[in-house]
DNA sequence: ATAATAATAGTAACAGTTATCAATATTAAA
DNA sequence: TTTAATATTGATAACTGTTACTATTATTAT
């Protein structure tokens, strides 16, 4: 098992990772760590994005849409994707272990976890009045 | 709006997916469909798959792969993905409603819908002794 | 200091998917 | 039935998000 070496990079990485609450993409993260340290790669930031989400630092998210988001919360919890504006909201519950028995119930093998994302309307978009 | 014009191919393709309880991906669509139709391309097998899911007449599935998975079925129902072997079992059950009235009650915002996908052990692999 | 090697920047390669376009097939109307 | 209009196709190029490669640099233990 090979060892880790610190590195500049990837500490700014997490460190714009952990700093937002947006769920960014590689994308996000890149021109925001470029703000640091101009000449880091993006081959770089995908590196250290998985490496981090592989060490349990960090969550990868998978929105169903074309890229990856991240999560600087390793933590479990949901998600709500606002259908009128795209913005990723956290639910910071635990997991809701009732679904799972709910599920085991009707499948013939074995229930281990579930992922969910939410979709709905935040707070923001709730209050336009248009 | 433009009408629909109906082509073999496309026939070809749904009769594929309904055909079928794997939840394939374009690519097996594509493999399966040439064996009706030696020479249809994989653009139309793609074109068809989203007009498909578009018009709701199947279902196209985010497993958080890299690739887009497709149902036959178009209603609503969960899937259990097995950890062992990757295989995609259906939970034929309507949606679990008082989920949603669970995360409302922690979100400021409103909740439509949710969409889950399990893990777990299909009955198989849970039956193989080792 | 030095040696070992993890991490980097830069870039090429890759996978899945979408777009382009001339040719073909389907449909509605004459 | 022809004809005209146009949706669909096969073939292929282009695109996007991500990973792999490689020579160089940075970190760490000795």
New interface residues.
Partial sequence: MTTTKRSRQREAILEVVQGTKCHPTADWVYSEVRKIIPNISLGTVYRNLSQLSEKGTIQKL?M?TASEHFDGNPNPH?H?C??QCGKI?D???EP?E???A???D??????????????????Q??SIKF
């Fill in positions: 998978h169903g949901y709500v606002c259908t909201d639910i910071d519950a809701f009732k679904f799972n709910w599920a085991a009707m499948y013939d093998g074995e229930i281990f976890e579930h992922y969910t994302l939410f979709t709905g309307k935040c707070s978009c709730k």
